[in-house]
């Protein structure tokens, strides 16, 4: 039986973040999606982890589930020109820090430095950054109300990145 | 082998009536020459006033391959100086923006020069005491752009001192700045949260033929539009939607969309898509602020203003523009076959905050690097620059719409999937680049 200890017990939190990465390195994007709570945000602001909020600075990305779903659906699509051929990706994670736990709102928020390497063919795009998941537990396990990721260069002149860092 | 170094017959061969050769997009001969004397001698946007706010403020900026300052001066005028220290040619900064306070101080030998450039100070001064150092460039300071224009807070420069002067050059196609600008009820913007920067691995030219390419839309962006229009569903037309669906959903308009908004080309190679209404026209409306404009430009103004949301003008060769949402491109050619887009977002000054979200959204969801939009047009784009080498076939076709008595007419209206919005960008590359190529005015 799990226990409310269990649920915030680090490792059972950073195994949430490390398996969130794993979805996404697998493709399997459809699930990744469903670890968001209704209200989930994937943001990657524009000036990293100086960023107050998505409103007065600009993002790279900033994607509430419709336009995750919008961005996942398009690449099922065969008409993604983009993805011909494919973009694999490959997140290697620091170990998470565990910022802030609320046993009483029941959530956690954790940092976590990363390298992800993003490939196309003959191309390879390496960025590196730290992500930082607000969770909230909900009768279905851990769900992310916001995947952060502040990247070490956040405004330095990108090629397209394909998939979800 | 060089074949066009020293031959601007051999330039202007390269642009037909109806059809561009390809070594205009793979030629790094052709690219040199055009660093050195095309994009020297016509008029390039370089940034806007409120980058620089206070005295001392400057932003690095690079054009044509030279290092630029444009620096906020004591008396409040804008200057751009070459980044360049005149002993040795040490940049001043080497931060992409910032302060220099009231003097730049180089770091190497620690020579001091005003704010304009002009020299303040150096070291070991009785060193130089009958030396030819004060009758040369050396001695005179950093060097000030002498061809510099702001035109309402938009500061173009023209590095060359032979060229067309700024309004000859521009024309009819600033009144695309002023549709912008005029957005705001106190006539003012400021560039606001940052620039989205792109590296897009293929020339600069096919990017901004692009902006004038109304037929790919319905091809190219068809993932996208149809996983939308897949989310969509369902809802009525008239039920209002998420401002990101109110910009996306637009892109799936069909070729009789496309072709009935229209076109206006202008000497030089500028032009206005969409004069007639454009995807960005079904914005939902905003009372108050259209009542704010009628209060400050008076009624008929407001409606010229409201009334007019081109799809794109292009200020040639580096600018384009949506007067709405409030939102620019900027395109640096860094090479053949490597261009950087920048995209900035403006706030209207006295307009609603929703103005400004529409203009960083747009951006975000249309020209980040992680935009699902431009992915396939950047994909595109680069698959050209690696097709176009291929087989006997020199040449890239512009003959949709082609007539022979378009040429040499001037400023002239189209319909919207006429390929001559690009044929002219063309003309205008090629006349630019031979006459430069000659010295000419």
Redesign the interface.
Known sequence: MTTERDIFDPIVLADFVAEEAALLDAGRFDEWLALYTIEGRYW?P??GAAQADP????????EDR??L???I??MK?P????L?PRSRCQHVLQRSRIDAVDEAGRSATLSTPFVYIETRGELQLTLAGTCRHRLVHTDAGWRMCEKRVDLLDP????????LFI | MSSYRGNPDAIRALVQDDRVHRDAYLSDEVFELEQRHFVTRTWSFLGHTSQVPEAGDYVAVELAGQPLLMVRQADGAVRVLHNRCAHKGTQLVTDTAGNAGRFFRCPYHAWTYKLDGAPLALPLKSGYEGTGLAQCASGRGLEALKHVVVYREFVFVRLADVGPEFDAYFGGVLAAIDNMVDRSPEGRLTAA?????????CNWKMYLENINDTVHPV??H???V???Q??WQGHAADEPK?M??EQ?LPFGAGYDFFDRMGGRVYPNGHSVLGIHFSIHSGYAQLPEYEQALRDAHGAERAQQILERSAQNAVLFPSLAVKGSPQAIRVIRPLAADRT?IEAW?FRAEGAPELLF?RA?SY??LVF???S?V???D???FESIQRGLRSGANDWVSLHRGFDAAELGRGTAETNGTNELLMRNQFRAWAQHLAAGMEGAP
């Open positions: 990657v524009l000036a409103h007065s600075h600009q993002s790279l990305a900033f419709l336009l779903q919008l961005r659906d398009r699509s008409r993604a020109h983009s011909r405004d330095r002149a990108y090629p397209a990145i394909q | 949260g940052g620039v989205l920067r792109n590296i897009v691995h091809s190219t068809e993932s996208a149809q996983a939308a897949g989310l998420p990101a669906m996306i950087l977002s979200e960083q951006n975000r980040s690097p992680m699902v431009a992915h396939d950047v994909h595109l």
